[in-house]
């Protein structure tokens, strides 16, 4: 299973970014596909994941900005409304399929104030 991840940038604050990963490879839908970050000096965090029945999980942080959505192949997308300076770091992808968990190359999201 490889995970390709897009959709990150340079982004002012209060502005909008969409983040993909995709997980190819595997003809099985993946059982779950999420995101985490890692900020400079900071260990990696759960940024929010989504399983195949549609149930989201949030990190406290982004709740009520960040929504994830999946479609019915293996893509999540990770829409981040009103991002904030705090929100800059890498960003990975996750997925996981009978319980053999899969990352993907990170994306850079830098929020300017």
């Known amino acids: 299973v490889q995970l390709q991840a897009s959709g990150g940038g340079l982004v002012q604050a209060g502005g909008s970014l969409r983040l993909s990963c995709a997980a190819s490879?595997?003809?099985?839908?993946?059982?779950?596909i999420g995101w985490h970050r890692q900020a400079p000096g900071k260990e990696r965090e759960l940024v929010a994941s989504?399983?195949?029945?549609?149930?989201a999980i949030y990190a406290d942080a982004v709740k009520g900005r960040f929504t994830i959505s999946r479609d019915a192949k293996n893509t999540a997308y990770l829409q981040m409304n009103s991002l904030k300076p705090e929100d800059t770091a890498v960003y990975y992808c996750?997925?996981?399929?009978?319980?053999?968990?899969?990352w993907g190359q990170g994306t850079l999201v830098t929020v300017s104030s």
């Open positions: 996750k997925s996981v399929r009978a319980r053999v968990v899969y």
């Open positions: 490879g595997n003809p099985f839908r993946m059982d779950v």
């Open positions: 989504i399983s195949t029945d549609g149930s």
